[in-house]
C-alpha cells in the first residue's frame, strides 16, 4: 500500500512563491519515481514535473521550466515542489503520483500507480 498527501497550497499574488510537499507512506521516495501534475477547471489534468529514480533525473513541462523545482528528501520520504514566480496561469488542483515500475514515460498519467488527493494553487493577478 502507497499513500500520498500534499500540503502547501493556498492563495497568493503573482510573482509569489509556494512550496507544496508531498508526504509518501508505503514506498520510499528514493526508490520510487514521482511526479506532479495539475488540473485547472475544464481542462485536462496535465504534466507539471517528474523526478525519476532510474535512470536519474528530472523534467520540467516547458510552462513551468525556470519557476519550478521538484526534489526530494529521503530522510524525511517527502517529495517537494519549489514554485517560483508564480502566474495566474498556475492556478489549479496540484496532485503528486507515485510509479512503483522504474522504467517508463514519466510524462504520462498511465504511468503512475497512486495519487494524492490534491491541493488547491489559486494565483491572483
Known amino acids: 500500500q502507497v499513500q500520498l498527501v500534499e500540503s502547501g497550497g493556498g492563495l497568493v499574488q503573482a510573482g509569489a512563491s509556494l512550496r507544496l510537499s508531498c508526504a509518501v507512506s508505503?514506498?520510499?521516495?528514493?526508490?520510487?519515481?514521482m511526479g506532479w501534475f495539475r488540473q485547472a477547471p475544464g481542462k485536462e489534468r496535465e504534466f507539471v514535473s517528474g523526478?525519476?529514480?532510474?535512470?536519474?533525473?528530472?523534467s520540467y513541462a516547458d510552462s513551468v521550466k525556470g519557476r519550478f523545482t521538484i526534489s526530494r528528501d529521503n530522510a524525511k520520504n517527502t517529495v517537494y515542489l519549489q514554485m517560483n514566480s508564480l502566474k495566474p496561469e498556475d492556478t489549479a488542483v496540484y496532485y503528486c503520483?507515485?510509479?512503483?515500475?522504474?522504467?517508463?514515460?514519466?510524462?504520462?498519467?498511465?504511468?503512475?500507480?497512486?495519487w494524492g488527493q490534491g491541493t488547491q494553487v489559486t494565483v491572483s493577478s
Open positions: 523526478i525519476r529514480w532510474t535512470p536519474s533525473g528530472t
Open positions: 508505503g514506498r520510499t521516495v528514493s526508490a520510487a519515481t
Open positions: 503520483a507515485a510509479a512503483l515500475r522504474p522504467l517508463g514515460d514519466l510524462f504520462r498519467e498511465t504511468f503512475y500507480d497512486y
